[in-house]
């Protein structure tokens, strides 16, 4: 065991022994080392101007990935290389050549935005030499501007990507190999413990060593990505004690492809959870590029979005149609169950003292069968869910419907199967009077709140329109379809 949290910043190796489990990355770097180009605007994972990137050895390669400051904890940061706005500085002080694009195409202007853009650029050059513009705005969908607009931001994108040859400029090009050793340095080191008065956090060296810390701390806050969590801190104020964090694990963020599905890691985060599975199942795919900004995707996790147990959460709707299974740990060892029986009560999950949940597995569709997954927000990019309906049919060759799995989100007190409308479906020919001959068995499967996202009322309807949304797309009725939108 030690008792420091070591890691890199720019280009100082930095130990922490006083650290709190609640210490975000964005108080420490202003307040403790006075870098404030890094902003703080939202704290809560929204506006992007707090975006720094992170770098973690996986697999024995450096990569780098834009995040959230302001709901990073420190404890997250064992063994990474932190990089700033800062750090992008040339020896004589020259721009970097994603910061000159920006001022070349006018995409500033009061200027409290520009760091994050800046980093959330500099990120996608560093991992596309020439990106399309679809995939310059998706890496910058966590990033507001009030002042300019995005047009001139996403041209110097594009002009950036004509600059590669600089890259004998670029800080992280001349010195990779070296960070690359001090980081293999620091990751050997075993379970971190760091108390600070009563507050306390641990870092388990491995999935055996949480286990271990579980068994001995049952109520302990286990944090992966912290994109909830950190608003517990940040919005709550809430003291947490102990926390363990596990974002570090490599033994939870394999993904494993088999013949009839993929078995995910609970840290696997929402990024690479989109990489295994958005060729074999798009629907799926197309609902993780809504999920927050790319910082959030970055940071959050498929495992973590299941345990918090949200009603809103947006990935166990999809997964529970699919028929997903979950694998739960401890020191006693594994125990599976389908996804949807781990969710009891409103913040009740079917997790023993001492658990904590390791992997997923994601059947596959038949080929045969249709899937879609619906999310329903006041904005397309970066909202919370009001909605989301997830559906998965099978129909024999006379197109009467033999199986029908649908689930839902933000529509009860915990992700839940639609069981009434399935059994009301199975059996019938897939038309549209029976379509509207079941959406009334809606009502008896769900009761939904009122809340400031949505009305009771626009949740049952929207509910019963995404199954009419469903059967128009699935038998290719374009027309009917865009009616139907309008209305909707």
């Keep these: 065991m030690n008792d420091s949290i070591r890691f890199i910043l720019n280009g100082e190796d930095i130990a922490l022994t006083d650290v709190r ?41 450096l990569a780098y990935e834009s995040v959230n400051a302001c709901i990073r904890f420190m404890g997250s940061l064992h063994a990474t290389h932190v990089v700033t706005v800062e750090h992008l500085a040339g020896r004589d002080g020259a721009l970097h050549p994603v910061q000159q694009a920006l001022v070349d195409c006018h995409g500033s202007q009061c200027g409290f ?171 799926l795919g197309r609902l993780i590029d809504r999920i927050g900004g790319e910082q959030v995707r970055n940071m959050g996790t498929i495992g973590g ?33 389908p996804l949807e029986d781990f969710f009891i009560a409103y913040g009740k999950q079917d997790r023993k003292p001492g658990e904590f949940v390791e992997s997923v597995f994601v059947p596959y569709p038949a080929a045969a069968s249709r899937f879609a997954a619906y999310k329903i ?11 989301l309906g997830a559906f998965l049919l099978t129909l024999d060759e006379a197109e009467m419907i033999t199986d029908i799995r649908i689930a839902f989100g933000g529509m009860a007190a915990t992700p839940k199967r639609a069981r009434t409308v399935e059994a009301a479906l199975i059996g019938k020919p897939w038309t549209e009077a029976t379509i509207e001959a079941t959406r009334s068995a809606f009502d008896a499967d769900y ?21 009419t949304r469903f059967y128009l797309e699935t038998v290719g009725a374009p027309a009917e379809l865009k009616r139907f939108e309008e209305v909707a």
């Design 447 to 467: 009761q939904p709140l009122t809340d400031w996202r949505a009305s009771a009322e626009y949740r049952q309807l929207t509910a019963k329109n995404l199954l």
């Design 305 to 337: 979005n299941i345990a918090n147990g949200s009603p809103i959460g947006d990935s166990p709707p999809p997964l529970i149609a699919l028929g997903a299974t979950l694998t739960l740990r401890s020191l006693q060892g594994q125990r599976r169950m």
């Design 113 to 283: 935005c520009t760091p994050g853009f800046v980093m959330s650029l500099y990120g996608l050059w560093l991992a596309k030499e020439k990106p399309s513009r679809q995939e310059i705005e998706k890496a910058l969908q966590g990033n507001l501007c009030r002042c300019t607009g995005y047009e001139p931001i996403v041209k110097a994108a594009e002009q950036v990507s004509l600059m590669r040859p600089s890259t004998l400029f670029d800080p992280l090009e001349r010195t990779r190999s070296e960070i690359v050793a001090r980081l293999w340095a620091m990751q050997a080191s075993g379970t971190i413990r760091i108390a600070n008065g009563e507050d306390r956090l641990i870092v388990p060296a491995s999935m055996q060593a949480l286990a271990e810390v579980l068994s001995q701390e049952p109520d302990a806050i286990i944090v992966a990505g912290a994109t909830d969590v950190g608003l517990w801190v940040t919005k709550q104020m809430r003291r947490l004690s102990p926390v363990v964090f596990i974002n570090h694990l490599s033994e939870l963020q394999s993904v494993t492809e088999g013949e009839d599905g993929v078995t995910i890691g609970a840290g696997v985060s929402y990024t690479k959870a989109f990489e295994a599975i958005s060729q074999k199942i798009p629907a």
């Design 377 to 387: 927000t006041k904005r397309r990019d970066e909202d919370i869910t009001a909605v």
């Design 21 to 61: 489990p609640t210490e975000t990355l964005l108080d420490f770097l202003r307040l403790k080392r006075r870098l404030t180009g890094t902003k703080e605007g939202c704290a809560e994972g929204d506006c992007g101007a707090c975006t720094v990137l992170v770098g973690r050895l996986a697999d024995g390669k």
